[in-house]
Nanobody, 123 residues
């Protein structure tokens, strides 16, 4: 049982930045492969970014590459999605996910999910 709690969402103007954090329970965070997904209004959930257990491998969706960065701090049991140059198309509920399964970048299969945090980008 892994509990994930996202925070940092909110309302921001286009061109602005937000920093999303995902806090994980337990003492084995350093063994988790982690991912961020988002679900825009009326659309399916989509991959945003992922990071392996050590932080040595990352994958970022083409739609956010160059604007978003994923990092982790295993000492604090957190994974962060830094979002810059936000556009209205980034408006979505953002979800954090974790797994002990093998890391395959954007194709990684996740076992645990957070509740999501709303990001709204105004024009």
């Amino acid at each position: 049982q892994v509990q994930l709690v996202e925070s940092g969402g909110g309302l921001v103007q286009a061109g602005g930045s937000l920093r999303l954090s995902c806090a994980a329970s337990g003492r084995t965070f350093s063994t988790y492969n982690m991912g961020w997904f988002r679900q825009p209004p009326g659309k399916e959930r989509e991959f945003v970014a992922s990071i392996n257990w050590s932080g040595g491998s990352t994958d970022v969706s083409d739609s956010v590459k160059g604007r978003f960065a994923i990092t982790r701090d295993n000492a604090e049991n957190t994974v962060v999605l830094q979002m810059n140059s936000l556009t209205p198309e980034d408006t979505a509920v953002y979800f954090c996910a974790a797994t002990h399964r093998a890391y395959f970048g954007s194709r990684t299969v996740y076992d645990w999910w957070g509740q999501g945090t709303q990001v709204t980008v105004s024009s």
